[in-house]
């Protein structure tokens, strides 16, 4: 599985961005898809995760209510729609895939995209 991440960039506080994550992989539709960040000196974290069907999504606490997951099949892509940036979101943004739905958020057996940077200024 490969993990092509886009999107990222410099937006105001209060801002949106949108990241999208393309996988070339023959059966995307059997794969839950995610998103993880990690800040500058600080550890990768969990962000989202929707499953292969789309119909259960999980966010982080941080970000519910302002980033919204979600997957075109047709197009092996999963998206990442964040509003209402702020600073703290600043970080490098990474897209997963995993088999597993329960294992995603953990990490293990994550395959991993290269990262796009998102850079909120106050």
């Known amino acids: 599985v490969q993990l092509q991440a886009s999107g990222g960039g410099l937006v105001q506080a209060g801002g949106s961005l949108r990241l999208s994550c393309a996988a070339s992989?023959?059966?995307?539709?059997?794969?839950?898809m995610g998103w993880f960040r990690q800040a500058p000196g600080k550890e990768r974290e969990f962000v989202s995760a929707i499953s292969w069907t789309g119909g259960s999504t999980y966010y982080t606490d941080s970000v519910k209510d302002r980033f919204t997951i979600s997957t075109d099949n047709a197009k092996n892509t999963v998206y990442l729609q964040m509003n209402s940036l702020k600073p703290e979101d600043t970080a490098v943004y990474y897209c997963?895939?995993?088999?597993?739905?329960?294992?995603?958020?953990?990490?293990?057996?994550?395959?991993w995209g290269q990262g796009t940077l998102v850079t909120v200024s106050s």
């Open positions: 997963a895939a995993n088999s597993k739905m329960e294992l995603i958020r953990t990490g293990i057996n994550n395959y």
């Open positions: 992989v023959r059966t995307f539709s059997r794969y839950a």
